[in-house]
Every structure is written in C-alpha cells, then in structure tokens.
C-alpha cells in the first residue's frame, strides 16, 4: 500500500512540476508591451508618461482659452 502511495506522490510532483514548467515557458514567450501594427501605440506611450501627459493637457488648454479666428463672411455682419 505504502508504495502506490509513493507512486501517487510523485506523480502528482512531476504533473505539477510540468505544469508549472510549461507555464513559465508560455508567459516568457509572450510580448507584454502593446503594439499595434508593430508601431508603438500613442496613448500608450503617452499615458504612462507624466511629463507628456502634463505637456498635451496644457497644449490642449491653451486650445480651449485661444480666441477664435473671425472669418471672412462673418467680418463686418452683426
């Protein structure tokens, strides 16, 4: 009895062992970093970056404060 409990111990060790084998094999395969199209997406690099995130919210405010152009067909209406 004692030795089919020895095989059943080790075999559930080897299965384990493989399992956890072929695990770290599949993750240490796979690129992590998003891609798209094998170009480097924008948000990405952009959102995890603080100082590209401040420097386009800024960009983006002075957008919002700028006045607005007058144009030609609106120019002396009014």
Do not use: W, Y
């Not at 100082?51 to 144009?71: D, H, N, Q, Y």
């Amino acid at each position: 009895m004692r030795s089919n409990e020895m095989k059943g111990k080790r075999i559930r060790f080897v299965v384990s062992f493989l399992t956890a084998l072929g695990t770290f094999l599949l993750l240490s395969h796979i690129n992590l970093t998003p891609r798209a199209g094998g170009e480097e997406n924008q948000c990405f690099t952009c959102h995890t970056s603080a100082r590209k995130l401040i420097k386009i919210t800024r960009e983006i405010e002075s957008l919002k404060k700028a006045k607005p152009v007058a144009t030609v067909k609106s120019e002396g209406e009014g």
